[in-house]
DNA sequence: ATAACTAAAGTTAGTGACTAACACGGAGTG
DNA sequence: CACTCCGTGTTAGTCACTAACTTTAGTTAT
């Protein structure tokens, strides 16, 4: 159960961690400065005084620097403790607004600003719906897990569904330039579910 | 109404239309033979007899040489056909069900083919995602215009809720070895978002 | 039939994301 | 203090994709 806020832990990762954190950071800016296609990872290098080779180092790809996919973890462990006479799409539904309350209560304004920026790119766009694959497989299998059954063709139609709720009530809150209550959109996305 | 089978219509769009069929085919043969990562748009161009810049000039990425997207259209029109009283669900699982009906009869193997090659590429399957992102908000539009609704978030999911569905029927499908009835499966997948 | 028009295809020269191989230098360890 | 390792820089590549220009060949008009 490591908690974040580790100990120093050596100067060499400290210094890897800071590199990571700044080179991300710059990234960051000049995609929003600047749009995404028109920064080059040599730019971000630069901003970041580092060499190129070194930015592939911490990050496989240019997409994967506006990542974060902490929330999978999390979201499975509100899954377990969610109790087991609720319905899957009951229990996912919960996990997913307690998730999101804690990020949407301390950062809106980052959470809506990344957002807008991974659906008004495509190639961002591209690689979130990829990541939605790898997280309807973990909830799948949280999902399976959780009421002893094995994890099949309905389990894994529930979760994806509930990931397309969710992204469509991101996308309508971005549509709508982050006025709406995030929550209740969700809220009326996975209403949408039960006819 | 230009149903296909247009007349030869001039020898210089004639060549046109067989290089094109030529490219697209050598592609998918050698994606097959040695994998998509694998396999270079030189590599398609030298066996299609053309130049790499002619490959670019018929299709914009090399990914796109792998999609149909025919589809569309056709669900579309299917949608607008469902009796008015059915349920938007309803009247999308009807369409998905009676569109891939006709290509399951004539073109299983083709079928099983493609899509095993896309849901096993990390690149194509990005570009999947991004695809049914457009069809969803075609079919969005299209469920809004049958029941005289605007397009709300509700429709959206609906709309993103049976594309999860048959994609997960699809996988599935892929999984199994194209054994399995697949107009069973999506059936199956569609029962489980009425709960 | 030949000349003039035009669109498809080739050529060349780039940019930018990403990789592999090797060298350096400072942090960790005995 | 020496020795090892690991994060980083350098260099030289490959491959997807683009832009500018030329060549080739189907089409049209004279």
């Avoid at 911490?58 to 999390?74: N, R």
């Avoid at 509100?78 to 990020?103: D, F, K, N, S």
């Avoid at 897990?145 to 309905?154: D, F």
């Amino acid at each position: 159960m490591n908690r974040p806020a580790r100990p120093p832990a050596g100067l060499r990762e400290r210094k890897k961690a800071q590199t990571r954190r700044t080179i991300q950071e710059q990234a960051l800016r000049l995609f929003l400065d600047q749009g995404y296609d028109n920064t080059t990872v040599g730019q971000i290098a630069r901003a970041a005084d580092v060499s190129s080779m070194t930015f592939f180092r911490h990050f496989p790809t240019k997409e994967s620097v506006v990542e974060s996919d902490d929330y999978d973890p999390l979201v499975v462990r509100l899954i377990e403790q969610r109790p087991p006479e609720e319905t899957p799409l009951a229990a996912l539904r919960h996990a997913l607004q307690e998730g999101l309350a804690g990020v949407y209560a301390t950062d809106r304004e980052a959470l809506f600003v990344r957002t807008r920026l991974i659906l008004t790119t495509p190639a961002l766009r591209a690689r979130l719906w990829e990541n939605q694959h790898a997280t309807e497989e973990m909830l799948t299998t949280a999902l399976a897990a959780r009421c002893g059954q094995e994890p099949a063709l309905r389990l894994r139609v529930t979760a994806a569904a509930a990931l397309a709720a969710l992204t469509a009530a991101l996308t309508v809150w971005v549509e709508g330039d982050g006025e709406a209550h995030l929550p209740a959109l969700v809220e009326e996305a996975f209403a949408a579910l039960r006819p």
